[in-house]
């Protein structure tokens, strides 16, 4: 069980990989998404060690008994994770710049 979970950590890891290099202006204009992959990972893995730890007995006398324990206990956990670190995002990243339309493109009054 354990291996399995560590496999799975190591392939969601994994799969976050650096950007690749591009334009410096796309680059900007978009944020990070470090915080919601950490946040993630880090709460389902917090989730499964809690789901484990207060399974118990059932984590003893069977697989399937504790991963009905453990699976939900994760997938919150990931979507705790997952808001947190939204947020973290968010408040870390650089403010936006609305874009300005060119002058004469609105419609006049009334019509």
Same mark, same amino acid.
């Given at each position: 069980m354990k291996k399995i979970f560590q496999v799975a950590c190591a392939l969601l890891i994994g799969c976050s990989a650096a950007p690749r290099e591009s334009d410096p202006a796309v680059e900007k $204009? +978009?944020? =990070?998404? =470090? &915080?919601?992959?950490?946040? +993630?990972? =880090?709460?389902? &893995?917090?989730? /499964?060690?809690?789901?484990?730890? $207060? %399974?118990?007995?059932?984590?003893? !006398? $069977? &697989?399937?008994?504790?991963? !009905? #324990? #453990?699976?939900? /206990?994760?997938?919150? &956990?990931?979507? #705790? =994770?997952? %808001?947190a670190g939204s947020v973290v995002d968010a408040v870390s990243a650089p403010p936006r710049q609305e874009a300005s339309s060119p002058a004469g493109t609105s419609s006049p009054p009334g019509g």
């Amino acid at each position: 069980m354990k291996k399995i979970f560590q496999v799975a950590c190591a392939l969601l890891i994994g799969c976050s990989a650096a950007p690749r290099e591009s334009d410096p202006a796309v680059e900007k $204009s +978009t944020g =990070g998404h =470090g &915080g919601k992959v950490v946040g +993630t990972v =880090g709460g389902a &893995g917090a989730g /499964a060690a809690m789901g484990y730890s $207060s %399974a118990g007995v059932l984590c003893t !006398i $069977s &697989g399937p008994l504790c991963l !009905i #324990v #453990v699976v939900p /206990a994760a997938i919150v &956990g990931g979507v #705790v =994770g997952l %808001a947190a670190g939204s947020v973290v995002d968010a408040v870390s990243a650089p403010p936006r710049q609305e874009a300005s339309s060119p002058a004469g493109t609105s419609s006049p009054p009334g019509g």
